[in-house]
């Protein structure tokens, strides 16, 4: 997909950026109508997927006319930075997904063709450049300021900060989806783009991406999210996420020893209770680790040496990074603790 903007390139940028302007603010307007409506049909069930509006073409004087413009995707993983940036699937799993929504829609919903001016594969690489902006920090303006500075060529904006600790909690349902409102007219006004059509509406797209990545990011692998979605869209009810927030090998170290020491975690969650093992210096050869954590607030571990037990309570400083306070058989001294993935 990725392909060169050529002369055009300068004429596109400055489109964008009068685009965000004038569609930012009609997005804020029009979320506000949606809200003062009532009910929303932008929750995760089966009434999400109600029938797609048409999309009907109609020129623009005010944007100009971008002949061959072709938008230049990003690289698989070129945004991939820092340890306690929430990374997002390879996109070539998202992309399977989008188009077995597109079958789940046309084939058990008999969904027919809709008209849409954003193609499948901009359709989930801009949706989830967008989402993973929300999720790492960024509110709906710079996520939608930033992705657009990449549909007009002017590289990838860092994130906004590190994400809060625990579950990969996503933004409310009407943001994103003004945004996905927002890529079709950037698409159609802006790089002139033709439609294509789509069983999957706009909202269907945007509810199930997000749903489906969701999943991902809270240790989901591409079958079981799959799998949870569309079991919402039957109607069969929302799965919990499959957790795992604290899986993986955590190094650390105890911060007030005297001389230092370091250990190390491997950690393995179900539901709230947590598994794992210990080793490292003054360990005795390493202990069994148990505990438990609710989704938010503290974790508690305790690591079990047969002779004695280290307790180490502590809170998420980022998705990657533990915090807080060890002590043995619950007696002073108390050493701060901090261990990473």
């Not at 979320?31 to 623009?60: C, F, I, M, N, Y």
Request: glycine share 14%.
């Amino acid at each position: 997909m990725a392909g060169p903007f050529g002369s055009a390139a300068p004429r596109l940028a400055r489109a964008l950026v009068v685009a965000t302007l004038v569609l930012a603010t009609a997005g804020c307007h029009s979320g506000g109508e949606r809200d003062r409506g009532g009910a929303t049909p932008l929750s995760p069930s089966v009434q999400a997927a109600a029938a797609p509006a048409t999309v009907t073409p109609r020129p623009s004087a005010a944007t100009p006319a971008i002949a061959g413009a072709r938008v230049a995707l990003p690289a698989d993983g070129a945004w991939t930075i820092g340890s306690n940036v929430v990374a997002f699937p390879p996109r070539n799993e998202p992309f399977d997904f989008r188009r077995a929504l597109e079958d789940k829609y046309r084939v058990d919903l008999g969904r027919g063709p809709a008209a849409t001016y954003v193609d499948l594969e901009g359709d989930i690489v801009w949706t989830q450049e967008y989402l993973r902006y929300r999720v790492n920090g960024c509110d709906h303006e710079t996520a939608v300021s930033r992705v657009l500075q990449q549909i007009g060529g002017g590289g990838i904006g860092p994130v906004c900060g590190e994400a809060p600790g625990g579950a990969v909690a996503f933004p409310p349902r009407n943001e994103p989806y003004a945004f996905r409102l927002q890529l079709e007219t950037v698409y159609r006004d802006v790089l002139r783009r033709g439609p294509t059509f789509s069983a999957v509406d706009v909202e269907g797209a945007i509810v199930w991406t997000q749903e489906y990545l969701r999943y991902r990011v809270n240790g989901c692998e591409h079958i079981q999210a799959q799998a949870a979605v569309f079991k919402q869209i039957g109607g069969g009810g929302i799965d919990p996420v499959c957790g795992g927030v604290l899986n993986g090998t955590w190094d650390g170290r105890l911060l007030d020893f005297p001389g230092g020491r370091t250990f190390r975690m491997t950690l393995s969650m179900v539901g709230d209770r947590v598994t794992g093992s210990m080793t490292g210096e003054g360990t005795g050869g390493g202990g069994f680790v148990t505990g438990r954590y609710a989704g938010s607030g503290p974790v508690h571990l305790e690591a079990d040496f047969g002779d004695g037990k280290q307790y180490f309570d502590g809170d998420f400083d980022g998705p990657n990074r533990l915090r807080g306070t060890s002590t043995y058989n619950t007696r002073p001294p108390v050493y701060r603790f901090e261990m990473s993935r």
